[in-house]
């Protein structure tokens, strides 16, 4: 199992920004893919961002051009950094990791507290 550590929510106004940080107990060299979600109160988790191996990234439309996720694998971390934050940003954010190991496996953190008040 791999242990994800996040960090950098808060308590933020419309329009400001918030850097979250997800760091791995091992190497995230070979992950397939890195990513967040998140989930909102009286809402499913629904995805926000991913990025592959090769650095390629996904995004949800909800964030797209606000949003940037970006992986250091040197750090064993991804980060997202998210401007122009909205009221319906707030949500609990979830790191994820999807990875192979001879099976498909998923990881996924605790989760950050990310609140953007009007």
């Known amino acids: 199992q791999v242990q994800l550590m996040e960090s950098g929510g808060g308590l933020v106004q419309a329009g400001g920004s918030l850097r979250l940080s997800c760091v791995a107990s091992r190497s995230i060299f070979s992950f397939t893919s890195m990513g967040w979600y998140r989930r909102a109160p009286g809402k499913q988790r629904e995805l926000v961002a991913t990025?592959?191996?090769?650095?390629?990234?996904n995004y949800a439309d909800s964030v797209k051009g606000r949003f940037t996720i970006s992986r250091d694998n040197a750090q064993n971390a991804v980060y997202l950094q998210m401007d122009s934050l909205k009221p319906e940003d707030t949500a609990v954010y979830y790191c994820n990791v999807n990875r192979f190991d001879g099976t498909w496996r998923v990881d996924w953190g605790q989760g950050t507290q990310v609140t953007v008040s009007s």
């Open positions: 990025i592959t191996t090769g650095g390629n990234p």
